[in-house]
């Protein structure tokens, strides 16, 4: 009952021009892309939990868990709109729900918060170290590191670029619009003037990722 049921709604929105590929069972690695950052997060997530001098209980592990999904829900996957000068970022949190709200750090937490009294002090510090490592693991994969043997495309005008920033708050992402580049002898692009929502930035462009080309 359940299959036909499932076929029938299969069906339904097919015809409403939508077309579906599902992964056959049991058959993970044909979902690499999303299967990879699985990994990349359990991996963080056993080698964070190990690490820890005091025992996380149910409650503490579950909002761990909670604020975890919530960061890598939030990634940018590109621009909402057309408009070059519009640079709020399209995430998958806007699309499994429309009416969520971004939701800063509520504080700033430090190591000795692990001894804190208040296990959410320990909670909220653990999902910043999860934050920083899932981002910097994260951030490798979406930039292209070739050899010199190969040429690779440049860094263009009109490029949306992810900017890498250690100084952001927690979940946040700040992306911009490139305006020039700087070139060195051979025509390689070394660096970029970028422009954000609240400022003009000049950055490397090993700093940079391409979320979507001009």
Not at 26 to 55: C, D, N
Not at 56 to 70: I, R, S, Y
Not at 130 to 151: D, H, M, P
Not at 185 to 193: A, H, L
Request: proline share 6%; net charge positive; glycine share 4%.
């Amino acid at each position: 009952m359940l299959e036909k049921v499932d076929q029938t709604r299969i069906d339904t929105l097919c015809s409403g021009g939508i077309e579906w590929f599902f992964n056959p069972p049991a058959g993970s690695h044909f979902g690499g892309v999303w299967e990879r950052m699985i990994r990349t997060t359990r991996k963080i997530l056993y080698s964070l939990m190990k690490e820890q001098p005091r025992t996380v209980d149910d409650d503490q592990l579950n909002t761990v868990f909670c604020e975890a999904e919530n960061i890598l829900n939030s990634r940018p996957l590109t621009t909402t709109s057309p408009d070059p000068d519009d640079l709020t970022p399209l995430t998958p949190n806007m699309l499994m729900n429309p009416q969520a709200k971004w939701l800063a750090s509520p504080g700033v937490f430090e190591q000795k918060d692990i001894y804190a009294r208040k296990r959410w002090r320990q909670a909220q510090y653990l999902v910043d170290v999860f934050w920083s490592r899932w981002r910097r693991e994260y951030i490798v994969t979406l930039q292209q590191r070739a050899k010199w043997q190969r040429q690779r495309r440049n860094v263009q005008v009109g490029d949306i670029v992810l900017i890498v920033d250690k100084s952001v708050p927690r979940n946040s992402w700040l992306m911009g619009l490139v305006e020039s580049t700087s070139k060195d002898k051979k025509g390689n692009v070394r660096s970029c003037q970028v422009r954000t929502k609240t400022s003009m930035l000049e950055r490397p462009v090993a700093k940079l990722c391409i979320l979507v080309e001009s």
